[in-house]
């Protein structure tokens, strides 16, 4: 690393939050990253370039964010925690309304434009919009980019709100190139399984990305201590659709069909879960798709792949007109 950084530090997290008199709670998921090593990690899989434009949510005391500005020119980031933002605001010396200057040893001039906001409230084409507006009304050189730049996400997320932000930014009418995320070990291990464990989860995001653990980081990484280790995933969306001749939200109708009742069979679950839709097919006909889609009615939802569930789609579409 170009430095030492200094949010990297046990004592200086532990008077940080004093300071503020905040109490990390499980529910906003406020775990502080110590680890160097693990923080190298995620820096490496993100693959920065000097001009990339980046987006991280939940900077927290700005561990992540120090780093990011060391590599890239143009920095967003977003905390909901009006303290956090506060305090990240004070020690990157930032101005709402345009570029800070980062005052840190040995940090450069750093363009981070900071939003103290809920991302989720926030579609990433209007925080870019927000972002680029601040930056040409400042002294920051910026590239030719046509309408929205591309971007990256990088972020430590918190827990709880992992699902939605993936889904919020892979959703989007404008998603990042790449996805660089500390997640929890059991959802990392979801979203990236392959045919047998598969879930509506994992299906949603690997319709949009290419989900992959870089690596495993303790629980000892973070102050405070979580339950559960964690999860450098890296995701890279696809450039063009895995399944082309089929809406993903339509695609994802059928599939959350099919995972009604995920114990059950095929056939009953997707009958089930079609009625739920208000297309009430019989069981005898839904039986009669999947064998046309060449899928044995008897297998659990969890074994097909996207390209399965398609064919279903299909053939319930051409069969019986649900599209």
Do not use: C
């Not at 972020?155 to 995320?181: C, D, E, G, K």
């Not at 889609?293 to 789609?313: C, K, M, N």
């Amino acid at each position: 690393m170009p430095a030492t950084n200094p949010f990297l530090d046990p004592r200086r997290v532990q008077a940080a939050l004093r300071g503020l008199e905040l109490r990390p709670t499980r529910g906003m998921g406020q775990n502080f990253l110590i680890d160097p090593h693990a923080l190298a990690t995620i820096i490496a899989a993100a693959d920065l370039q000097a001009d990339d434009v980046i987006i991280e949510v939940g900077p927290g005391l700005g561990v992540l964010t120090w780093e990011l500005i060391q590599r890239s020119r143009y920095v967003v980031a977003v905390e909901l925690d009006k303290r956090l933002a506060a305090r990240l605001d004070q020690a990157f010396r930032t101005t709402h309304a345009g570029p800070p200057v980062a005052s840190l040893p040995n940090s450069p001039l750093a363009p981070l434009h900071l939003v103290q906001a809920d991302v989720l409230d926030l579609s990433p084409p209007a925080l870019l919009q927000q972002a680029q507006a601040a930056w040409q009304a400042s002294t920051v050189p910026l590239p030719v980019w046509m309408d929205l730049p591309p971007y990256k996400l990088v972020a430590n997320l918190p827990y709880a709100i992992t699902a939605p932000v993936l889904q919020h930014f892979l959703h989007s009418s404008h998603p990042p190139r790449t996805l660089t995320v500390l997640v929890q070990w059991e959802v990392a291990e979801r979203i990236t399984a392959m045919a047998g464990q598969l879930s509506v989860r994992a299906l949603a995001i690997q319709l949009y990305a290419a989900p992959q653990i870089v690596a495993r980081v303790p629980a000892s990484s973070f102050i405070p201590v979580p339950a559960v280790d964690s999860a450098i995933l890296h995701l890279t969306t696809h450039t063009t659709p895995v399944i082309a001749d089929i809406a993903p939200e339509a695609l994802l109708r059928i599939i959350k069909a099919g995972f009604v009742q995920p114990r059950k069979k095929l056939v009953n679950s997707l009958t089930s879960g079609l009625a739920a839709l208000g297309w009430g097919r019989s069981q005898a006909q839904v039986a009669a798709a999947l064998h046309m889609a060449g899928i044995d009615p008897s297998r659990r939802p969890e074994t097909l792949t996207l390209a399965e569930w398609a064919q279903v789609y299909r053939m319930l579409e051409d069969g019986s007109g649900t599209g």
